[in-house]
């Protein structure tokens, strides 16, 4: 889940002047002071924690085994956090409130596969990106009039409202059918309710692999890459660079690699 792009810039503006913990800059303060004259590193540092915001619920980006918090993003983040020499805490909240969560200050940044794109960084700094891959139309497998994107217009996608791929499958002329997320968006395309949906690859890749299900199929995939990196309030710019450096360091050393074979097999991170 390339996974926003329905908030206004002046709602983000107003939510992060208004943040009790994350800093009220107005997306311009090279500084990267909140409003008690903390940077937003040294506010991670001090306290020894970063706090990440995640779904939990996203396989395999973040998602649980038992009772244990696990996924590609949440071993990036916590390798980040180790490098960094802080602690890594996870706070879980669904993905359509995930952004007011970071807009409020009730965590430094999100770890949940967070596309990058140009509306959401008028908003947000990311880090380097540390996924790559593409977007996938899936059909059932007898469907013969989906071949491409284009192909998508005037029939019924099933997508989450603030998800990239939601504003793919209207570009397309889709009408779109609102969900929650993958597994409804399959629910609903075997059930006949819509035609398609559009996701990641990875998240199609990892769903045949865990639940093998040959009624459904890759009918069309896009041609340019996208990249997931890790969201935060704009006016952590100490924390961004903080967290690049890290990334580079795993990148480096072989270790965002490892992360990334362990899930899908093969080095997404570049």
Known sequence: MKRTISLLATTAVLALSLSACGGSGSGTDASAKSSEGTSALAKVKDSGVLTVGTEGTYRPFSYHEGSELTGYDVDVVKAVGQKMGVEVKFQETQWDAIFAGLDAGRFDVIANEVGINPQREEKYLFSEPYSVSTGVVVTKSDNTD?????????????????????????????????????????????????????????????????????????AAEASEKSESGIAMRKDATDLQKAINDALEQLRADGELAKISEKYFGDDISK
């Open 146 to 218: 989906i071949t491409s994107f284009d192909s998508l217009k005037g029939k019924t996608t099933a997508q989450s409202q603030t998800s990239n791929y939601y504003e793919e499958a209207k570009k397309a002329g889709a009408n779109v059918e609102p969900v929650e997320g993958w597994a409804q968006a399959v629910t609903l395309l075997k059930q006949g309710r819509v035609d398609a949906t559009i996701n990641d690859k990875l998240t199609f890749l990892d769903s045949q692999k865990t639940n093998p299900d040959d009624s459904i199929k890759i």
